[in-house]
């Protein structure tokens, strides 16, 4: 049964920081393509950063380019999003989602997902 629980939500002041983890389980995690949507209230799932299955490429939205960083161990099963510069236009819910094939990043049609993380960003 495959698992991805995401952790590292909360309450942060507009320009402060906060570190997303997604642990996955019963998946090989370093055959799958990783990547961090949210959704805020009333609004689409939008996509916000991927990472391929090294590592060695990763793309993100242009409203968090230069902000966020996505990244990955795959010895921990583990993938990451660090988010910097804080706006209160980040308020979401976080989710991470995973996919065997080569997917289009932005796509939602992502294998698994996992429950999400509420992020706050208060102005």
């Known amino acids: 049964q495959v698992q991805l629980v995401e952790s590292g939500g909360g309450l942060v002041q507009a320009g402060g920081s906060l570190r997303l983890s997604c642990e996955a389980s019963g998946l090989i995690f370093s055959t799958y393509t990783m990547a961090w949507f949210r959704q805020a209230p009333g609004k689409e799932r939008e996509f916000v950063g991927g990472?391929?299955?090294?590592?060695?490429?990763?793309r993100y939205a242009d409203s968090v380019k230069g902000r966020f960083t996505i990244s990955r161990d795959n010895a921990k099963n583990t993938v990451y999003l660090q988010m910097n510069s804080l706006k209160s236009e980040d308020t979401a819910v976080y989710y991470c989602?995973?996919?065997?094939?080569?997917?289009?990043?932005?796509?939602?049609?992502?294998?698994?997902w996992g429950q999400g993380t509420q992020v706050t960003v208060s102005s």
């Open positions: 989602a995973a996919d065997q094939s080569w997917v289009v990043f932005s796509t939602t049609q992502y294998d698994y």
């Open positions: 990472i391929r299955r090294s590592g060695g490429t990763t």
